[in-house]
């Protein structure tokens, strides 16, 4: 029997932009035929965490930690039961904007 390796079924590229300590939401990544998901490359904004599961996993949290405004990259590896594997990079950017800032009439 031949099997195909895990299919993406979420784009690759930006996840989205959050603001410093915001809530991520619920981020989901689908792959077809996957059974695990797993960051093998590349950062995480602080505060985020990957679930995964099967056939999709999520990316949860509130960001924490970011001092500047920062685009994290990193790549998700989903692997199917015959351990064959596909790869999708991803981004997420962090803006902290200008917070508390006075306002001049």
């Given at each position: 029997t031949v099997?195909?390796?895990?299919a993406w079924q979420t784009a690759a590229g930006s996840l989205g932009s959050?603001?410093?300590g915001e809530s991520f939401g619920?981020?989901?990544?689908?792959?077809?035929?996957s059974v695990s998901m797993a960051k093998v490359s590349g950062t995480?904004?602080?505060g985020m965490t990957l679930?995964?599961?099967s056939?999709?996993?999520?990316?949860t949290g509130?960001?924490?930690?970011?001092?500047?405004?920062?685009?994290?990259?990193?790549?998700?590896r989903a692997t199917d039961a015959e351990g064959q594997t596909a790869d999708r990079a991803f981004?997420?950017?962090?803006?902290?904007?200008?917070n508390n800032s006075g306002q001049f009439n």
């Open positions: 099997s195909d390796a895990p959050f603001s410093g619920t981020i989901t990544l689908t792959a077809t035929n995480f904004p602080g679930n995964s599961g056939g999709s996993s999520t990316l509130t960001e924490s930690g970011a001092t500047a405004d920062t685009t994290y990259s990193f790549t998700i981004t997420i950017t962090i803006n902290l904007g200008a």
